[in-house]
């Protein structure tokens, strides 16, 4: 079993800037994809930015140049740095943890809202 949670979120003015991190505990071995997704009531989950394991970075074209996804060398926290962050930004955040065949593991969300 996997358990993710994430921290860092919160209130944050247009053109701050925020980190989140996600710290995986449990069998996490063999890592395949480690990603972030944001949501919004109404909408569909999306996904925001996503790491490999051979560390092939992948970004919403809304986040590119703005976020950046990372991982610590012990490979159970991710990370993700957010700078000159926007209302639209606005979103609860999860993070998952793609184990391949042992399936896809989210954590329960953390809230960021962007406004002055």
């Known amino acids: 079993q996997v358990q993710l949670v994430e921290s860092g979120g919160g209130l944050v003015q247009p053109g701050g800037s925020l980190r989140l991190s996600c710290v995986a505990s449990g069998n996490v071995l063999s890592v395949y994809v480690r990603a972030w997704y944001r949501q919004v009531p109404g909408k569909e989950r999306e996904l925001v930015a996503s790491l490999t394991a051979g560390g092939h970075t992948n970004y919403a074209d809304s986040v590119q140049g703005r976020f950046s996804i990372s991982r610590d060398r012990s490979e159970k926290t991710a990370y993700l740095q957010m700078n000159n962050l926007r209302p639209e930004d606005t979103a609860v955040y999860y993070c998952?943890?793609?184990?391949?065949?042992?399936?896809?593991?989210w954590g329960q969300g953390t809230q960021v809202t962007v406004s002055s």
């Open positions: 998952s943890f793609s184990l391949g065949p042992r399936g896809v593991y």
